[in-house]
């Protein structure tokens, strides 16, 4: 039988005027970043000093108001390094995230519908 603490948990309302705060990690390096543009397929990183295209990550999730951490892997499939930091061109870097599993998928899901990030016009930075 599985506890209750070992089971994907679910989100509470959470609080969309704050940002998930995202601690990305490339070799053994922590960077720090916010996002407010995700699905269950990826996200975008606003951050000073984003990786470079194609560098595999590790990322630390904290959503406002949601109690665990989320880790996930996932590589830079879209880097603003060197570009101005505009609404069109948003200084970080698009994560497409792999070996995601079903339970996290739908959590996902469920966080992205309450930031109301589905359908964003952002989501071509990671997806």
Not at 60 to 66: A, C, I, M, N
Not at 88 to 108: A, C, I, T
């Amino acid at each position: 039988m599985v506890e209750k603490d070992q089971e994907t948990p679910r989100p509470d309302v959470l609080d969309k005027s704050s940002p998930c705060q995202v601690t990305y990690y490339i070799e053994e390096q922590a960077f720090k970043g916010t996002c407010i543009h995700f699905n269950e397929r990826g996200m975008l990183v606003y951050c000073p000093q984003p990786a470079p295209l194609n560098t595999k990550v590790r990322l630390s999730l904290q959503f406002p108001g949601f109690k665990n951490i989320i880790d996930l892997q996932g590589e830079v499939v879209w880097t603003n390094i060197h570009g101005p930091a505009d609404t069109l061109s948003p200084r970080g870097m698009g994560v497409k995230f792999y070996n995601v599993d079903r339970d996290m998928e739908r959590l996902l899901a469920d966080l992205a519908a309450q930031f109301e990030t589905q359908g964003s016009i952002f989501s071509c930075y990671y997806t």
